[in-house]
């Protein structure tokens, strides 16, 4: 287990020395973004096909989340999921479904996931693909001040149907996790008429490390520390996310804990509840504690994860 705690530690060091670059732009670039999740802990889904599965049971999953409250078209994002082993267990498939709508503009995106398992040393190290499309679509009222009257261009909006695939890696024990993966591998351009050109270009991906542990100091109390980063290729002078997280787990049924996102100077404060271990339900709330906050009121999320079939039990509840 030492061997896999240090390929995590020269992971990050990796990472860390990779943010040393230049910022190149594209202006005819479609960028929808990924969205933030402040408890994608509980659903790892939302980050990292290679999750599908590691349940050990059907589990639902929807979450509805409220961006910069307080602004004019502030986001508000919805998530809902549902992933199982397979019969064959080195086989679990998922399927993931995202809503945004922020100012004028509303997305989509369905993807369906794979994930192939395999044993490694005390846990379980998973291959994972996804594969769907993001759907955009941007539509100004007739009176907005970006529009000519009546003009149906803008009136009516262009939606783009954006295909892609992504991939990750996921390895799990009782102790330890820890997962990289690639949301997206296809980039979009617009074209001089209007569409859209899908191209590929490694310096535009999107790259997603997260891992953690679980410390237990009595039956009573379990701590819970993690850290996920979302590095930005295209921009290498900064993390698009890193977030230090800590969670104490009270009895098996309150989790209380927080999280501090330096990318955005944003200190997080998270309650979730498991009255069983099938059902947990969960509220965070994140305070700006830099720039936004003379413009935002915070941002709050809410979570509901209900697992069915007998392969959940209390004696051996699951923690990542």
Avoid: C
């Amino acid at each position: 287990m030492s061997k896999i705690k240090l390929i995590f530690f020269f992971f990050v060091l990796f990472i860390f020395n990779m943010i040393q670059g230049q910022t190149h732009t594209d202006s005819t670039r479609i960028n929808l973004g990924y969205p933030v999740y402040s408890q994608y802990l509980q659903n790892g889904l939302i980050i990292n096909p290679a999750y599908a599965g590691s349940r050990g049971a059907l589990s639902g999953f929807i979450s509805y989340r409220m961006q910069w409250m307080g602004t004019n078209g502030a986001p508000v994002i919805q998530s809902i999921s549902l992933h199982t082993p397979m019969k064959d267990d080195k086989v679990a498939l998922g399927i993931i479904a995202q809503f945004m709508q922020f100012g004028f503009t509303k997305t989509s995106s369905i993807y369906a996931n794979y994930a192939y398992n395999i044993r490694v040393l005390n846990g379980k190290l998973a291959f994972g693909l996804k594969a769907g499309a993001d759907m955009s679509k941007t539509v100004y009222p007739d009176n907005n001040f970006l529009t000519t009257p009546g003009d149906p261009v803008f009136v009516n909006g262009k939606p783009y149907f954006l295909p892609n695939i992504g991939a990750g890696l996921y390895y799990y024990d009782d102790k330890y996790f820890g997962g990289l993966s690639v949301p997206a591998f296809l980039s979009y351009r617009k074209t001089d008429n209007g569409s859209v050109q899908p191209y590929h270009r490694f310096s535009e991906y999107d790259i997603i490390f997260s891992g953690g542990g679980l410390f237990s100091f009595s039956q009573f109390l379990k701590f819970k520390p993690s850290v996920l980063l979302n590095f930005s290729a295209q921009n290498t002078k900064k993390l698009t996310q890193f977030d230090i997280n800590g969670n104490f787990i009270l009895a098996d049924l309150v989790w209380i804990g927080g999280s501090w996102r330096t990318s955005e100077q944003v200190v997080v404060g998270i309650l979730q509840v498991q009255p069983n271990p099938q059902l947990m339900f969960g509220f965070s709330y994140d305070y700006p504690a830099g720039r936004m906050n003379s413009y935002s009121k915070g941002s709050s999320e809410f979570i509901l994860r209900y697992e069915f079939g007998s392969k959940v039990s209390a004696a051996n509840p699951r923690y990542f």
